[in-house]
């Protein structure tokens, strides 16, 4: 697995520029709507002209202020959802609590690892394939044309053809075929699993295996010697434009090898994987610290005899998460 990497402070340059770039704009519409309201007064009379541009005036003044501030306050937000003292955070891990027992509830009653990423996935696919092909047929009569439903109208249907022919299926049994289970073993290994179903693909942890359909990968757990949650930070952008960022967390499970598998999922799923991978009853240490960090970069083989203790790990996500070329996933200062 492969990732390119990115310079943080570019982003944020680019972030800083786009969102002034904004502001600008949201003034001059409403210098703009400014002027129009005047001239409906003066030249037409007309005082409702006036107030209508008065208000989307206001309306764009608003936007200004905001756009001019947004990464102040996007800031200030994200130190509050990190802060076990604000209400921010308080709430914010009431709702992961809640989420997390429902994703335990259903980790062990799940169906075969066939029916999940054949006959469900197939499903799901087949349901939003119908609702695309409708809506886009509904917004054709209109007399209205959108690209993006013309590429859902394409991908959808295939990844429903992928998921009914068993494609994902194939791909995480090849990958017991390389630790020599064949099908039978490994439905028998995921039967015993907890697994934790996340749209059409699904995290899994057995006594033996950290089976991961997305990647596709299937990962020896005793072979896994260091685990910790992260998350990365994701600038979005509509039509060139910064809108906002979101959190992407994961788990990155690093082996004996050197290898390290980042591994997408909710927030409140890291720490129910986490916990399974230390149920599993292999030595795996749990949490980042920069000392964890060192030590794994040295030997990776060493590393389990190497640790004596947590080292001060950190066990609450860290990031944002910034690919080293390097060979590692290490926080950004």
Request: with cysteine.
């Given at each position: 697995?492969?990732?390119?990497?990115?310079?943080?402070?570019?982003?944020?340059?680019?972030?800083?520029?786009?969102?002034?770039?904004?502001g600008i704009v949201s003034v001059m519409i409403a210098a703009l709507c400014l002027a129009v309201?005047?001239?409906?007064?003066?030249?037409?009379?007309?005082?409702?002209?006036?107030?209508?541009?008065?208000?989307?005036?206001?309306?764009?003044?608003?936007?200004?202020?905001?756009?001019?501030?947004?990464?102040?306050?996007?800031?200030?937000r994200t130190r509050a959802l990190d802060d076990p003292g604000s209400k921010a955070y308080r709430k914010r891990q009431q709702i992961n609590a809640k989420k997390r027992a429902e994703y335990l509830r259903k980790a062990e009653h799940h169906g075969s690892l066939k029916?999940?990423?054949?006959?469900?996935?197939?499903?799901?696919?087949?349901?939003?394939?119908?609702?695309?092909?409708?809506?886009?047929?509904?917004?054709?009569?209109?007399?209205?044309?959108?690209?993006?439903?013309?590429?859902?109208?394409?991908?959808?249907?295939?990844?429903?053809?992928?998921?009914?022919?068993?494609?994902?299926?194939?791909?995480?049994?090849?990958?017991?075929?390389?630790?020599?289970?064949?099908?039978?073993?490994?439905?028998?290994?995921?039967?015993e699993s907890r697994a934790y179903l996340i749209s059409t693909d699904l995290i899994a942890v057995s006594r033996r295996f950290l089976t991961v359909s997305a990647i596709p990968v299937v990962l020896p757990v005793d072979e896994i010697v260091w685990a910790y949650s992260a998350y990365d930070s994701i600038h979005k952008y509509s039509s060139g434009m910064y809108s906002h960022t979101e959190r992407s967390y994961c788990v990155i499970a690093a082996l004996s090898d050197g290898r390290q598998f980042k591994i997408q999922c909710p927030e409140a799923l890291c720490e129910a994987i986490l916990?399974?991978?230390?149920?599993?009853?292999?030595?795996?240490?749990?949490?980042?610290?920069?000392?964890?960090?060192?030590?794994?970069?040295?030997s990776p083989d060493a590393f389990r005899a190497a640790v004596k203790d947590q080292l001060h790990a950190v066990h609450d996500p860290v990031g944002p998460e910034v690919f080293n070329r390097g060979g590692g996933w290490n926080p950004e200062p």
């Open positions: 697995m492969a990732y390119k990497y990115i310079d943080p402070a570019m982003l944020e340059k680019r972030k800083r520029r786009s969102t002034k770039a904004s309201g005047i001239f409906f007064l003066a030249a037409l009379k007309s005082v409702g002209g006036l107030i209508a541009m008065l208000f989307f005036t206001l309306l764009f003044t608003g936007a200004a202020v905001y756009f001019f501030n947004q990464i102040r306050i996007e800031e200030n029916s999940i990423l054949c006959r469900r996935a197939a499903l799901i696919w087949g349901g939003a394939t119908v609702l695309v092909w409708l809506l886009s047929a509904v917004f054709l009569l209109a007399g209205l044309f959108f690209i993006i439903f013309l590429a859902f109208d394409i991908a959808f249907p295939l990844a429903f053809a992928a998921s009914l022919f068993g494609k994902h299926y194939r791909s995480v049994l090849s990958e017991y075929a390389e630790y020599g289970l064949d099908k039978r073993e490994a439905e028998a290994d995921f039967a916990a399974d991978l230390a149920d599993a009853g292999t030595m795996v240490t749990l949490g980042y610290s920069d000392e964890l960090n060192a030590l794994y970069d040295a």
